[in-house]
T-cell receptor, first 113, second 113 residues
């Protein structure tokens, strides 16, 4: 596609429910990143996928967070048993190689009530 | 641990002024530095990427410089326009930070007509 797309654009959920966030990277980009942007915390790295290599999960805040990337393209970020502190904008980015320009999607705004 | 600081946090200027945004980072072992803009409620738009071996990059009215040894970068915006109003973020890709970008808190720019 022309750019990185994310869905849904907004998600409201109740505390304790699971949510899935989707990212479609730019076609041909082998690197895919998830970040979180919350008030007072700035932008935080969550996870990085590069081709078929094992993902860098070092930024995931707890074991309630997981992500997968199927077929080297689409990625899904799953948050289990959501908490109110999970409320944030979740941003996905992709790049053609690890040290290349990272292009960001519009984000998914998650609100946990 | 890499830390990125942006000064000022907010800036308001009249249309037509030239302005400079500052970014500093604590660990000079970086691969590159990237400048983004973020409009309210939107994702990040990449403006410029400077590789560690480069001193500056230019795109239209924007010029970014990098002094890796002193841990500083500046974004120069010439002849500012109201459409330039946004939050500007700088981010570094460190040699020892894996694949993550480390972001500053941003400078919120308002250009008044």
């Amino acid at each position: 596609g022309a750019g990185v797309s994310q869905s849904p654009s907004n998600k409201v959920t109740e505390k304790g429910k699971d949510v899935e966030l989707r990212c479609d990277p730019i076609s041909g980009h082998t690197a895919l990143y998830w970040y979180r942007q919350s008030l007072g915390q700035g932008l935080e790295f969550l996870i990085y996928f590069q081709g078929n290599s094992a993902p860098d999960k070092s930024g995931l805040p707890s074991d309630r967070f997981s992500a997968e990337r199927t077929g080297g393209s689409v990625s899904t970020l799953t948050i289990q048993r959501t908490q109110q502190e999970d409320s944030a904008v979740y941003l996905c980015a992709s790049s053609s190689y690890r040290q290349g320009t990272q292009y960001f999607g519009p984000g998914t705004r998650l609100l946990v009530l | 641990k890499q830390e990125v600081t942006q000064i000022p946090a907010a800036l308001s200027v009249p249309e037509g002024e030239n302005l400079v945004l500052n970014c500093s980072f604590t660990d000079s072992a970086i691969y590159n530095l990237q400048w983004f803009r973020q409009d309210p409620g939107k994702g990040l738009t990449s403006l410029l990427l400077i590789q560690s071996s480069q001193r500056e990059q230019t795109s239209g009215r924007l010029n970014a410089s990098l002094d890796k040894s002193s841990g500083r970068s500046t974004l120069y915006i010439a002849a500012s326009q109201p459409g330039d109003s946004a939050t500007y973020l700088c981010a570094v890709l460190g040699e020892t930070s894996g694949s993550r970008l480390t972001f500053g808190e941003g400078t919120q720019l308002t250009v008044n007509p």
